[in-house]
């Protein structure tokens, strides 16, 4: 009964990864009372042979009140069964769970040792739910739940308690995790961090700064535009050079040798050709394409590696009022956790970042009608504010040498083939924007 009830509902939810194909199976992997009227599901979906599982926190109430009225699942008998992420009431136990480091049926609440948490905050559900659910309680704590389940210890975790314990700057601080085994394998199922309350996102910052320029009339240079973002992305370099010094102080490095660098760009070649059956739209590119990552095979430098963030854009990054903040270590979403916690070189990154800028410029020309004439004033804003990153990172310890262009430019490459991809199955209209990426000027 209750497994029909989670089928009916799981597919209209906004973060069930498998939305179009039909259910042919639910079955609950897992079921454990949290505290009354509250409890912790972990269900198989079975679709078309595949299956996933996701996380659900069940309420039961023997009325439901108005403000929980969306969030219900349906009734068995006279009791009321809902998604609890939105009742404060009920969540308020993960903060207690997580203070006093509870275990309920293999299911551990913990707090990073020597923090302590304040269990009165309330939970509200963050607006921008995506693939996972966040419950920011006041303004101290954002607590991810994660919905689809991949078995071993999320790399986010990993990274900020490793940062955290050696006190590096530049990250949102830890305080506690919930995790489970799956699979025979130490599972996370939630991350709770400290809620940057007075930050702003710096997709947000840039989009505003890009607007500001394409407003100013007459026309004014990109440096002389009220918003100039030019000295955040000089920081934002900086800050990112310190957190890439930080991961290579915490974590194992080790260099990819001369000989071996070729098969880095089999891995850039392997993503391209899926990438190319999956979009049709990337066919045009692939000589250009491929002609960069054969640059890749002519290096005769050895390339240095280490933990890195993966998936790093302007949708990462926070500005405090004093500093920036990097947020989500986890690498590309869908993509295997053994490659996620691969090591890489450090200018994987910065690629992500370079892309991102480009990304920001062009977004807003999409639904402009005078989109061709903002184009060179859009480029101007990418190249302006994509060196002053570069001059940032430099100036902050990061190494770009002159031998590291060609690896640079087939990381660039190969974010925008996985964007193209990312946009093609989430944001089809925005797919131009990565295309452009592959046309000489770039943009
Ligand atoms: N520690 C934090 N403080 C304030 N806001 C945050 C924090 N972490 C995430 N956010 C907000 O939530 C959004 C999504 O967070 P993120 O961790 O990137 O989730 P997802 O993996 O679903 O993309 C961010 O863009 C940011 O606006
Ligand atoms: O933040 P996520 O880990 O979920 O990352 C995914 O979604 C991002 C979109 O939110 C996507 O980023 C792409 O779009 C951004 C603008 O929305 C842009 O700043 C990035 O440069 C661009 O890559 C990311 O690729 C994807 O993994």
């Given at each position: 009964m209750l497994g029909e009830l989670l089928a009916a509902w799981i597919?209209?939810?906004?973060?069930?990864?498998?939305?179009?194909r039909p259910i042919d199976e639910l079955s609950i992997d897992s079921d454990v009372e949290l505290t009354s009227g509250l409890r912790h599901l972990i269900v198989a979906v079975w679709q078309e042979g595949s299956r996933d599982r996701y996380q659900i926190l069940l309420g039961e109430r023997d009325s439901l009140p108005d403000r929980l009225s969306h969030s219900l699942i349906g009734t068995i008998g006279d009791v009321y069964l809902y998604d609890a992420v939105h009742d404060a009431d009920r969540t308020s136990w993960l903060l207690d769970g997580m203070a006093h480091d509870e275990t309920r049926s293999g299911l551990r609440m913990r707090h990073v040792p020597g923090v302590t948490i304040d269990t009165t905050p309330r939970s509200l559900v963050l607006g921008a739910e995506q693939s996972n659910t966040s419950l920011v309680f006041g303004d101290a704590y954002i607590c991810k739940l994660f919905r689809r389940l991949i078995p071993g210890v999320n790399p986010e975790l990993e990274i900020v308690t490793a940062l955290a314990a050696r006190n590096a700057p530049h990250i949102a601080q830890p305080y506690g995790w919930i995790e489970t085994d799956l699979d025979g394998t130490d599972t996370t199922l939630a991350i709770m961090q400290e809620f940057l309350s007075t930050a702003n996102d710096g997709w947000d910052l840039a989009l505003a700064s890009v607007r500001d320029l394409y407003a100013s009339l007459p026309e004014l240079p990109a440096s002389e535009?009220?918003?100039?973002f030019a000295a955040e992305s000089l920081r934002l370099g900086a800050a990112t050079a310190r957190v890439h010094q930080e991961l290579a102080q915490a974590f194992p490095t080790d260099v990819i040798e001369v000989h071996e660098v070729k098969r880095m760009a089999e891995g850039f070649r392997r993503r391209l050709g899926r990438a190319v059956a999956e979009v049709p739209e990337l066919r045009a590119y692939v000589s250009a394409i491929e002609a960069a990552y054969h640059e890749v095979e002519l290096l005769t430098n050895e390339v240095p590696v280490q933990r890195v963030h993966g998936d790093y854009h302007l949708g990462q990054v926070m500005r405090t009022p004093t500093d920036w903040v990097v947020l989500d270590f986890e690498g590309e979403p869908g993509q295997p956790l053994a490659e996620r916690r691969a090591m890489s070189s450090p200018l994987r990154d910065v690629a992500g970042m370079l892309r991102s800028f480009d990304y920001a410029a062009r977004h807003l020309l999409a639904d402009q009608s005078q989109a061709a004439d903002l184009e060179p004033r859009a480029q101007e804003w990418a190249d302006r504010n994509r060196t002053a990153f570069l001059d940032g990172y430099v100036e902050g310890g990061g190494v770009i040498t002159r031998a590291d262009a060609a690896l640079l430019r087939a990381f660039e490459l190969s974010k925008a083939v996985y964007e193209v991809v990312y946009e093609a199955r989430n944001r089809p209209s925005w797919m131009a924007i990565p295309l452009a990426a592959f046309r000489p000027r770039g943009i």
């Amino acid at each position: 009964m209750l497994g029909e009830l989670l089928a009916a509902w799981i597919g209209r939810q906004r973060w069930f990864g498998g939305k179009g194909r039909p259910i042919d199976e639910l079955s609950i992997d897992s079921d454990v009372e949290l505290t009354s009227g509250l409890r912790h599901l972990i269900v198989a979906v079975w679709q078309e042979g595949s299956r996933d599982r996701y996380q659900i926190l069940l309420g039961e109430r023997d009325s439901l009140p108005d403000r929980l009225s969306h969030s219900l699942i349906g009734t068995i008998g006279d009791v009321y069964l809902y998604d609890a992420v939105h009742d404060a009431d009920r969540t308020s136990w993960l903060l207690d769970g997580m203070a006093h480091d509870e275990t309920r049926s293999g299911l551990r609440m913990r707090h990073v040792p020597g923090v302590t948490i304040d269990t009165t905050p309330r939970s509200l559900v963050l607006g921008a739910e995506q693939s996972n659910t966040s419950l920011v309680f006041g303004d101290a704590y954002i607590c991810k739940l994660f919905r689809r389940l991949i078995p071993g210890v999320n790399p986010e975790l990993e990274i900020v308690t490793a940062l955290a314990a050696r006190n590096a700057p530049h990250i949102a601080q830890p305080y506690g995790w919930i995790e489970t085994d799956l699979d025979g394998t130490d599972t996370t199922l939630a991350i709770m961090q400290e809620f940057l309350s007075t930050a702003n996102d710096g997709w947000d910052l840039a989009l505003a700064s890009v607007r500001d320029l394409y407003a100013s009339l007459p026309e004014l240079p990109a440096s002389e535009a009220g918003g100039d973002f030019a000295a955040e992305s000089l920081r934002l370099g900086a800050a990112t050079a310190r957190v890439h010094q930080e991961l290579a102080q915490a974590f194992p490095t080790d260099v990819i040798e001369v000989h071996e660098v070729k098969r880095m760009a089999e891995g850039f070649r392997r993503r391209l050709g899926r990438a190319v059956a999956e979009v049709p739209e990337l066919r045009a590119y692939v000589s250009a394409i491929e002609a960069a990552y054969h640059e890749v095979e002519l290096l005769t430098n050895e390339v240095p590696v280490q933990r890195v963030h993966g998936d790093y854009h302007l949708g990462q990054v926070m500005r405090t009022p004093t500093d920036w903040v990097v947020l989500d270590f986890e690498g590309e979403p869908g993509q295997p956790l053994a490659e996620r916690r691969a090591m890489s070189s450090p200018l994987r990154d910065v690629a992500g970042m370079l892309r991102s800028f480009d990304y920001a410029a062009r977004h807003l020309l999409a639904d402009q009608s005078q989109a061709a004439d903002l184009e060179p004033r859009a480029q101007e804003w990418a190249d302006r504010n994509r060196t002053a990153f570069l001059d940032g990172y430099v100036e902050g310890g990061g190494v770009i040498t002159r031998a590291d262009a060609a690896l640079l430019r087939a990381f660039e490459l190969s974010k925008a083939v996985y964007e193209v991809v990312y946009e093609a199955r989430n944001r089809p209209s925005w797919m131009a924007i990565p295309l452009a990426a592959f046309r000489p000027r770039g943009i």
